[in-house]
C-alpha cells in the first residue's frame, strides 16, 4: 500500500466515524426526552402505589438533568453532551451507541431502553 492508498483508507475511516456521530447527535435530545418521560411516568406510578409523594421528580430549566429526591437524597441524573451518555444518580453511566441503524442506550455489554434506564434510576432512589 503507497502512502495515497494509506491516506484515503485513514480518511475514510474519519468520515464514517463523523457520519456516525451526526446520526448520534440528531438522536440524543430525542432519546433523553424518553428517558425524562420514563422517569417521570414511573415516578408517578411508585407514588401511586405508596399512596403519598415518596419520590419527587423535578428537572433543571435546561432540562439537562433530572432529579428523583426521596427524603432529603437527591438523586440526580444528567445528560453528557459531549459524550452523548447518561450519567445515572449513582455513576452508572449509560452511552448512546447506534447498533446497526439504531440508537441504543449501552451499559456495556447490555443495551438498555429508555424506559429501562429510568426504571433503573427510580429503583435506585426508592430503595436508597
Given at each position: 500500500m503507497d502512502t495515497s492508498d494509506w491516506a484515503k483508507n485513514l480518511v475514510e475511516r474519519k468520515k464514517k466515524e463523523l457520519?456516525?456521530?451526526?446520526?448520534?447527535?440528531v438522536q440524543l435530545d430525542k432519546k433523553w426526552d424518553e428517558v425524562c418521560q420514563a422517569a417521570q411516568k414511573a415516578v408517578a406510578e411508585v407514588n401511586q402505589e405508596m399512596g403519598q409523594e415518596y419520590i419527587r421528580f423535578s428537572q433543571d430549566?435546561?432540562?439537562?438533568?433530572?432529579s428523583l429526591k426521596v427524603e432529603e437524597v437527591d438523586n440526580v441524573v444528567c445528560l453528557d453532551r459531549a459524550n452523548r451518555a447518561i450519567r445515572g444518580s449513582r455513576d452508572?453511566?449509560?452511552r448512546l451507541m447506534l447498533v446497526g441503524e439504531t440508537p441504543v442506550w449501552k451499559y456495556?455489554?447490555?443495551?438498555?431502553?429508555s424506559e429501562q434506564i429510568a426504571r433503573d434510576e427510580v429503583q435506585r432512589a426508592f430503595e436508597g
Open positions: 457520519v456516525k456521530d451526526d446520526k448520534l447527535d430549566a435546561n432540562a439537562d438533568k433530572f452508572k453511566t449509560y456495556d455489554p447490555v443495551d438498555y431502553t
